[in-house]
T-cell receptor, first 111, second 115 residues
């Protein structure tokens, strides 16, 4: 079983839609959960991170962590064509010296 | 806004040659990382570095790889004898947060092509 699983997509939505991106994981030691956005041939850009379970909101983005189900989500409200990118989940345990990434989900937002 | 910088943006080398990839982390950050991403694949952790020593390394980071912080600003990744399968994007990242791995800021990457 992979440590972090993420559906690679692609996911195509119309402009203005609510987008839901998800990852599952197997290592219960993970405590920190991050979402990155990556445009083609660029470095990952940190969107937000959460610690342990719960929700965190930043503008149009909401991250959710359910540690009991080992499931994390990123919601994008009012999606825009500029949101078209690959979204990567990533996680680390306390100590934080090793971060494991998901495969990334390619998102296309159509105008 | 401070950012992580990497040089060169693209490096072409022949198999068996040594390469050094350079990174300048954000100035007040203390935790440094190298990752690689083979084209079309996921970002893979290579090594983390704190307090002038390796904190953790992955199975990929074998004896062919080494890291160094030669001065107060640069952070380098050396591959001693490159192989074809080392062709990938290499990303450097830095973080101000202790012991979490969260809030890592990535550089734009160096594309390494081994021929």
């Amino acid at each position: 079983q992979k440590e972090v699983e993420q559906d690679p997509g692609p996911l195509s939505v119309p402009e203005g839609a609510i987008v839901s991106l998800n990852c599952t994981y197997s290592n219960s030691a993970f405590q920190y959960f991050m979402w990155y956005r990556q445009y083609s041939r660029k470095g990952p850009e940190l969107l937000m991170y959460t610690y342990s379970s719960g929700n965190k909101e930043d503008g149009r983005f909401t991250a959710q962590v359910d540690k009991s189900s080992k499931y994390i989500s990123l919601f994008i409200r009012d999606s825009q064509p500029s949101d078209s990118a690959t979204y990567l989940c990533a996680m680390s345990s306390t100590g934080g010296f090793k971060t494991i990434f998901g495969a990334g989900t390619r998102l296309f937002v159509k105008a | 806004e401070p950012e992580v910088t990497q040089t060169p943006s693209h490096q072409v080398t022949q198999m068996g040659q040594e390469v050094i990839l350079r990174c300048v982390p954000i100035s007040n950050h203390l935790y440094f990382y190298w990752y690689r991403q083979i084209l079309g694949q996921k970002v893979e952790f290579l090594v983390s570095f704190y307090n002038n020593e390796i904190s953790e390394k992955s199975e990929i980071f074998d004896d062919q790889f080494s890291v160094e912080r030669p001065d107060g600003s640069n952070f380098t990744l050396k591959i001693r004898s490159t192989k074809l399968e080392d062709s990938a994007m290499y990303f450097c990242a830095s973080s101000p947060l202790p012991l979490t791995g969260a809030e890592q800021y990535f550089g734009p990457g160096t594309r390494l092509t081994v021929t």
